[in-house]
């Protein structure tokens, strides 16, 4: 129970609930409470059973929890429904700990399972209500929609499961997009090529109708590939059946009529004995049964007495059964002796005949019982298999080595797939370089024709070639088109070969202009070269003196505050020379005052000051040391008669105030003593 406790505590004090418990206020928690807080761990699984308990009558949320438990497939620790339900409604803590401890174990799979009840969990409608049309064709389309819903959601798990991320595929998305921008561009600019030319729309028509007819091809390989699985399912269909027969004739190699006919016979004589012996008494002792029981029911309840009067007639009839056997061997007839033998071989056959039955009975139950869960198996094979059937023996095997052999292929095509990608990546890579590199010499190409006054060229050119290849394409695929185009490719020909002719003193022109261009580009290249190696040397260069530079720097200002601090200590030694000077010329002076002024006659006069003050001092502290004890006493004598004044002062008051109370007077005795004390700082 610790345990328990301590890991409910521990994941409700995490995120998302943040309890904030402990176990000691945990389990001090009053039921309704305890309740509250199962109920929040039900609402974060559901979020509709997110409430405050206090809001709704205890009948409603034991029914509200139930269900929800229902359709979490909680299983209570007891098989005591009625206990377990009367205990979670009270709010029992064992109840609520194991129901707490187990949703918060299995909180994920938990939360799938009630958003999948909210849309499987079928809505109940009675029996009165589904005997209308209308009613039964809605629950038919429910039922179906919840079927869809299941393929969806499965359907969905296999896309999450299937190692797909997010992020790759918005990358893959934000790439479609780029080439879909791309493609739009290219098919603008192939719009604008074909719109110039002059048979433009048959062209396009012709286009449009081969690619029609390939889509038509596609179409038709797919049904032909459909057609050969179908014959190939087909084929295996026939060689399983064939096996059948084949073992089925192999079970029979050996059987005459007559064994089969005593076959018959002997299950048909099994079968009658069944019906006719052994089920009759079957269905006699349970008759018998069920009588016994319901005259049971039927007695009244039994005390002592009336089990003592049913012993005692039990052993009357035991005594009487005892007596008859006792006197029926006295008799000793010989006859009875012979068939009394017989009665027993034939009780001994009849046990026999009984076991056998129970015997057979048995096996066909369990050959029953096998052969339900052999179509079970079929079933979920054939589900698993797309519907196809199950194979057997030596097929089966024969499938699994060409199964193994097909895994070793696919490993190896997989291998030379990632391959193909990884190149295919460094293609497409190398592709997009030289899309941009051909865009820059189109447009320079376009400039120089555009100055040669021969626009337009490289466009026909291309179009042109595309032209061409679009034309052996359709001689190869189809071959009656040759007859109608014939006549305007020998058009296009000849104006191939006017522009041709027209071009040719140009493109004359331009092949020493390219090779002149790649001269130019080499040794651009060799320059840059050379202008980056300089470029690094003088960058190298140029950190070095950043460095000597910052150097000298921090040495220029160390040197400065030295220099500061030399002229400081500097003017402090001139003052310090000009009063040497000044103390000089004070002694080699006549003048009195001016000698009087210098600094040794001034400290000379201070020390002499304080020499004599010191004297004094010393002086002074003798006297008052020899002249202490005498002090004292005239302190203490002095304090005492102020004592004595201020005592004789109390007593004249009190005597005048009390004057008239009797002529009583005061004793001044009963004043308090005087404490006397010594003064040590009396000088």
């Known amino acids: 129970m610790s345990e328990q406790l301590k890991f409910i505590v521990q994941e409700l004090n995490k995120e998302p609930f943040n309890k904030s418990y402990n176990l000691i206020s945990f389990d001090s928690l009053e039921p309704l409470q305890l309740l509250q807080v199962l109920n929040d761990v039900l609402g974060h699984i559901d ?23 229902r359709v979490l497939k909680y299983k209570p620790p007891t098989d005591d429904v009625s206990t377990f339900r009367t205990g979670l409604v009270q709010g029992d803590k064992p109840i609520v700990y194991h129901i707490l401890e187990w949703m918060l174990k299995n909180i994920p799979g938990l939360q799938k399972r009630a958003y999948l009840a909210k849309y499987l969990v079928k809505v109940e409608v009675p029996a009165e209500i589904k005997q209308e049309e209308q009613v039964v064709d809605l629950y038919q389309q429910y039922e179906e929609l919840i079927e869809n819903f299941k393929e969806l959601h499965k359907q969905a798990e296999n896309l999450k499961n299937s190692g797909y991320n997010t992020a790759e595929i918005r990358k893959d998305i934000s790439n479609m997009e780029d080439e879909k921008e791309q493609l739009i561009k290219r098919v603008e600019r192939l719009k604008r090529k074909v719109e110039q030319h002059p048979n433009a729309n048959t062209m396009m028509n012709v286009a449009k109708n081969l690619r029609l007819e390939r889509d038509k091809e596609k179409k038709l390989a797919e049904q032909r590939q459909e057609q050969l699985t179908l014959i190939q399912h087909s084929d295996q269909r026939i060689k399983r059946l064939q096996q059948q027969l084949h073992d089925t004739r192999q079970a029979s190699v050996g059987a005459t009529p007559e064994g089969l006919l005593q076959r018959l016979e002997e299950e048909s004589r099994a079968n009658s004995y069944i019906v006719k012996e052994r089920l009759p008494k079957d269905i006699e002792s349970k008759k018998k049964t069920v009588a016994d029981l319901q005259k049971v029911v039927a007695e009244p309840a039994m005390g002592q007495a009336d089990l003592e009067v049913l012993q005692n007639q039990i052993q009357d009839l035991n005594t009487e059964i005892n007596q008859l ?24 056959i009849a046990h026999k005949k009984e076991n056998a039955a129970e015997s057979l009975r048995e096996a066909r139950d369990e050959y029953s019982r096998l052969m339900n869960e052999v179509d079970e198996k079929r079933e979920l094979a054939k589900q698993a298999s797309g519907g196809g059937e199950v194979l057997k023996g030596d097929e089966f095997k024969r499938y699994v080595n060409k199964l193994r052999s097909k895994s070793t292929i696919y490993k190896k095509k997989r291998s030379e797939l990632a391959e193909l990608k990884a190149e295919v990546g460094v293609l497409s890579r190398t592709e997009e370089i030289l899309r941009m590199r051909d865009e820059n010499i189109d447009q320079q190409l376009s400039a120089l024709e555009s100055k040669h006054g021969v626009g337009g060229y490289r466009q026909t050119q291309e179009h042109l070639e ?73 960058e190298s260069n140029m950190a070095k003196l950043e460095q000597e530079v910052r150097g000298l720097h921090e040495e220029c200002t160390q040197e400065e505050s030295r220099y500061h601090y030399l002229h400081c200590m500097m003017g402090i030694m001139k003052q310090q020379e000009k009063r040497v000077h000044d103390e000089m010329k004070s ?18 006069r201070k020390i002499q000051e304080q020499e004599n003050l010191a004297k004094g001092l010393r002086e002074q502290q003798k006297g008052v040391r020899e002249n202490q004890q005498g002090a004292l006493q005239q302190m203490k004598m002095w304090r005492d008669i102020e004592r004595l004044m201020d005592c004789k002062r109390m007593c004249l008051e009190r005597q005048l105030g009390r004057g008239g109370q009797g002529g009583m007077g005061y004793n001044y005795m009963e004043a308090p003593p005087a404490v006397l004390e010594d003064d040590r700082l009396v000088l």
């Open 466 to 538: 595309k032209v061409s290849s679009k034309k052996s394409n359709l001689d190869h695929t189809k071959g009656q088109t040759l007859e109608e185009i014939s006549d305007m490719v020998k058009v296009l020909n000849k104006s191939i070969a006017e522009k041709k002719g027209a071009l040719a003193p140009i493109i004359k022109e331009l092949r020493p202009l390219r090779q002149q261009a790649q001269e130019i580009t080499i040794e651009y290249n060799e320059k840059k070269q050379a202008y980056d190696t300089a470029s690094a040397g003088l």
């Open 47 to 69: 979020p509709k059973q997110a409430m405050d308990i206090r809001e709704e009558t205890p009948d409603m949320t034991a029914i509200r929890i139930f269900g929800c438990l």
């Open 325 to 348: 056997v006792e006197k029926r061997m006295r008799s000793g007839e010989p006859m009875d002796d012979k068939l009394s033998l017989f009665r027993q071989q034939a009780a001994i």
């Open 587 to 604: 002694y080699t002076s006549h003048d009195m005052s001016a000698r009087k002024k210098n600094y040794r006659e001034q400290y000379v």
